[in-house]
């Protein structure tokens, strides 16, 4: 049985990438295979661009991606990522 985590791309996730513009979607499609899915799917918890975080139920963790930050929940014992949404820094936290 592998130890990687699997990853599931939430509706939401897909419609709030269909909405950036197309110069944005190329470099996160590009991310995301090339970098931030092995990461997930290997160590979800801790990276140089990940974070959990505070006051957020369920456990919400986010991966900065330039100015965008994707936000997604873990299932430790099913061991899948879910990719909740991705959205630009300036409104991410609102």
């Known amino acids: 049985m592998s130890n990687n985590f699997r990853i599931f791309e939430t509706k939401e996730f897909a419609d ?3 909405k950036l513009d197309s110069k944005d979607i190329r470099i996160i499609q590009n991310k995301l295979s090339k970098s931030i899915y092995p990461q997930l799917k290997t160590e979800p918890f801790w990276g140089h661009n990940i974070k959990k975080l505070r006051d ?3 456990t919400t ?3 900065r991606i330039g100015n965008f930050r994707i936000f997604y929940i873990i299932d430790k014992k099913e061991k899948i990522v879910y990719l909740l949404t991705i959205k630009a ?6």
């Open 61 to 63: 963790w986010r991966y």
């Open 89 to 94: 820094r300036k409104d991410a936290y609102k």
């Open 56 to 58: 957020y139920n369920p």
């Open 16 to 18: 709030s990438i269909g």
